[in-house]
């Protein structure tokens, strides 16, 4: 769903709004987008809260013995954050390395295609042209919707190519006129983790290529390409995560009583336990309710807010990386920041000099190797 979101949008991007609709809308490009973006946000966030309905739970039992705390949800964040489980603490750095990466990416690919374009592309006519910007921008925004076209395509296709992280827990029983085909092909595919691990190389082979892009074909091919790698960004971490905390909450693929792990009172280890069936699974919060269980969908809660700290925090750092190349590549250096003739005129790229989005590009790839070591290693932790 999201693919298509992106697909609609992008292709948005790619046609001549104020062409098309005048000035209602507004009288920019990126004027009519903000507007139309914001209609489909309203729309859809209003269809989703009048046919969504929450079981509100009932509010926790306070117990007296617990010591009370002013920031107590952070730090119960905290203290989880310090005392991941092995699997989950590699999970969250390859994440981690993984968004260094795909951050210049995210912002920052459409106007380079763009520029590319500008560069060694662009006939005279467009370079004068009074929309040259606006241009430059659809060009940028036609290479997101075959990005986003490569994305859907496969997040369809590639599940059925490659076995699932629990896959052994699961017997598939197809028609006995095709099981020996079925068997053989579920022996051909290869495990959720090495393609995560591909994915990183893929997409860092990627951007390694963009300071050598000489025309928007290349460019937009480039770009493309890594429609792949982002399919299984979203797919995989998510994927492992989730069984992780299943063995956390349910001790699954122990041969007797269902096993629970509960986190020791001094917070710096979980140990194991036993349960009977008719009991809930459930987890100790931590040091400061020692006596509080919490059920299955707050460990999953928790776990996964934690997975966002470790996606939000390399666009900070992302964000500084790439002022940090833009300062070095400062007006007097790079042609995109520099424009020749009056200052009135648009900004448009020249032929020579570096490309400073290219850079940033280059670096994220090199940060993506980093992701590729960290996925690599859950393979050799238990």
Known sequence: MSSIGHICGYGMGAIDLVKLFGTTLGDT????????????????????????????????????????????????????LSNLPPRIQAICWAVFWSWIGWFPFIIYSSTWVGETYFRYDAPK??????DALGEMGRIGSMALTVYSSVTFVGAWVLPLFVQAPDADSFTPRPPASIAHLVERFNKLKPDLLSVWVWGHFIFSAAMFLTPFATSFRAATAIVAVCGLPWTITHWAPTSFLGV???KLSSGAGDPGPSPAYRRLSGGSSIELVRRDHQSSSRLERGPDSPGSLAPTGELSGIYFGILNIYTTVPQFLGTMLSAAVFAALDPGKSPELTPEGDAAEPKLPQEDGPNAIAVCLFIGAICSLGAA?????????A
Do not use: C
């Open 29 to 80: 490009q990126f004027k009519q987008l903000t507007v139309i973006a914001a209609l489909a946000m309203s729309i859809t966030s209003g269809i989703t809260f009048w046919a969504v309905s929450e079981r509100i739970p009932p509010p926790a039992r306070h117990d007296p013995r617990a010591p009370q705390r002013r920031f107590k949800v952070v730090h119960q964040i905290w203290s989880t």
């Open 125 to 130: 006519e467009v370079r004068q042209s009074a």
């Open 244 to 246: 992780e905390v299943n």
């Open 373 to 381: 070591y960290s996925t690599a290693r859950l393979r050799h932790i």
